[in-house]
């Protein structure tokens, strides 16, 4: 067993005590876990880690080189080891090598000269977005414009990912053609459903009658040269680097569709939100450190407990996207099995993240949360503040909701009938957001990329590759270059009653 598991369960041997008992046993409990930070509470309070514990957990961390490995990745030192590369998002904030803060904000000017020249027509009348891209290229950007630019008003933006001709289909009856700028966005400028999406957005705007499709397309990417022997001109690709991973990366260039839609200073808000929750995971000791924090209680659950689900549940319709978003950022950085030196991983590593919006699955899923045989750490996340017109009866109504779902969960109730008895001491931690704003929602994101870091780091993975994506691409590519006879008898099957026998 790893040295880290083994010692998290030795930590933990004696058994933890049950979450009213906790909250009885420590009086200061919920200052003591509690942390204010970047215009979030976030309040592990009721999980089951023991404060008294925190001490020897940050130990734990300290003697495992934590501080080191944090350092190395704001130093840009080659965190990424299996594809020998930085990781290197946080110097978008500006936080980070100095050379490579330089580089983003010399990338970060030619985006904004660019947003200026289209809002100045240079481009012709562009009056709606479509951005194209998949995973980390369009998850980051279809997130915030969601969440934060519905009332923006400057273009109407449409985020497509899916290969299926419906995603598209739907976006082309929203947009004319003339008055559209096609955003290509793919860090490899090789993905195969982006390419084929964005050659259909062209072709449908020739067909439109446009004069100069290629005129209206700005490519977002980490390999320009691609971008440009696809026919995008040089002055309308924008750069990013390398060393910014894919689900890392809305505050590069990939951030371009938020700048243009929500205006550059709604970005920069953002982008300093985010710098200030890299301060605080960067400099604030570990036991008063949110993304650490919250990686303890991920590793006690998931490595001494077993979990093996985490839910996420917004409550806040601004936000509905962002379970989604989780997903790939916590399951494609730590959804591994061997360790950064290829040594196998014998405890679980991410947990499967899942959930939705509140209160719809109060209505849906709940029931499992509160009387299911899975243990499943639950997190809120809300804001005290709305934006909508509507009676404040309306974020009332949702914020009680949420506070009440916690405390249902830890408290329980007994009931000698079993069907109707909750067992109760359930885990949760609420975030709770002063408003969804560009700032807020920046250091949200940033405290989760560097929550999935500081558990990374704990396990031993590497939270910068994925590999584990490329056996399905490379099989679907062979599938239509070299035929079937290599593959299975179900899965030859399948292909010939799907595309006729001849296959
Ligand atoms: O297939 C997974 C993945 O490589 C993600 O990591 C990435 O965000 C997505 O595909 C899109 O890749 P690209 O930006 O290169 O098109």
């Known amino acids: 067993m790893s040295t880290v598991a083994q010692q ?11 979450l009213t008992g906790l909250f009885e046993a420590e009086p200061d409990r919920v200052s003591r876990m509690t942390i204010e930070e970047s215009g979030i509470r976030f309040d592990f309070s009721k999980t089951h880690l023991p404060a008294s514990m925190i001490e020897k957990l940050s130990t734990l961390a300290i003697e495992g080189g934590f501080k080191e490995k944090r350092d190395a990745l704001f130093a840009g030192a080659h965190v990424n080891v299996t594809e020998d590369r930085a990781a290197e998002h946080s110097a978008e904030r500006g936080q980070g090598a100095p050379e ?82 096609l955003v290509v966005a793919s860090k490899t400028f090789t993905t195969t459903e982006t390419m084929l999406n964005a050659a259909s957005v062209l072709a449908w705007m020739q067909e439109a009658g446009v004069e100069d499709p290629y005129g209206q397309v700005i490519a977002l990417t980490a390999s320009p040269d691609k ?60 036991g008063r450190n949110a993304p650490v924090l919250a990686a303890f209680i991920d590793l006690y659950y998931t490595v001494v407990r077993n979990a093996q689900t985490r839910a996420v549940f917004a409550y806040d319709e601004r936000l509905r996207l962002l379970p989604s978003y989780l997903q790939q950022l916590e399951m494609e950085s730590n959804g591994k099995s061997v360790t950064a030196s290829g040594e196998p991983l014998d405890v679980p590593s991410a947990p499967i993240t899942w959930g939705g919006v509140g209160t ?144």
């Open 8 to 18: 998290l369960r030795g930590i933990f041997a004696g058994g933890s005590s049950t």
């Open 100 to 181: 490579s803060v330089a580089r983003a904000q010399q990338f970060h000017s030619r985006m904004r000269a660019l947003i200026d020249a289209i809002e100045a027509e240079a481009l012709g009348p562009i009056r709606h977005i479509l951005h194209v891209g998949i995973g980390g290229s369009a998850l980051g950007p279809k997130l915030v414009i969601d969440a934060l630019g519905r009332d923006a008003g400057r273009y109407e933006t449409w985020v497509v990912s899916n290969v299926d001709g419906a995603a598209l289909e739907e976006a082309f009856a929203h947009c004319d053609p003339a008055a559209t700028l």
């Open 227 to 286: 971008a440009v022997a696809w026919g995008v001109d040089e002055t309308r690709v924008l750069p990013f680097s390398e060393s910014v991973g894919g689900r890392y990366s809305l505050w590069s260039s990939i951030g371009f569709p938020i700048a243009l839609a929500l205006g550059w200073d709604a970005f920069e808000a953002m982008l300093e939100g985010a710098a200030s929750m890299d301060r605080h995971f960067r400099y604030s000791e570990l």
């Open 360 to 503: 719809d699955a109060q209505h849906a899923v709940f029931q499992l949360l509160h009387q299911g045989t899975h243990l499943v750490p639950v997190e809120f996340i809300a804001a005290i503040e709305t934006d909508h017109v509507l009676d404040e009866a309306h974020h009332r109504q949702l914020l009680v909701n949420c506070f009440a779902q916690g405390a249902a969960l830890m408290a329980g109730k007994a009931n000698p009938d079993p069907a109707r008895a909750y067992s109760g001491d359930r885990p949760s931690t609420t975030l709770l957001l002063n408003a969804v704003d560009p700032a807020t929602l920046g250091a949200l994101l940033a405290f989760y990329e560097h929550r999935v870091f500081a558990n990374a780091v704990m396990l031993g993975v590497n939270p910068f590759d994925q590999f584990g994506v490329e056996l399905g691409k490379e099989i679907a590519r062979s599938i239509d270059s070299d035929g079937t006879e290599r593959f299975d008898a179900s899965t030859r099957a399948l292909i010939a009653r799907a595309f006729g026998a001849g296959e």
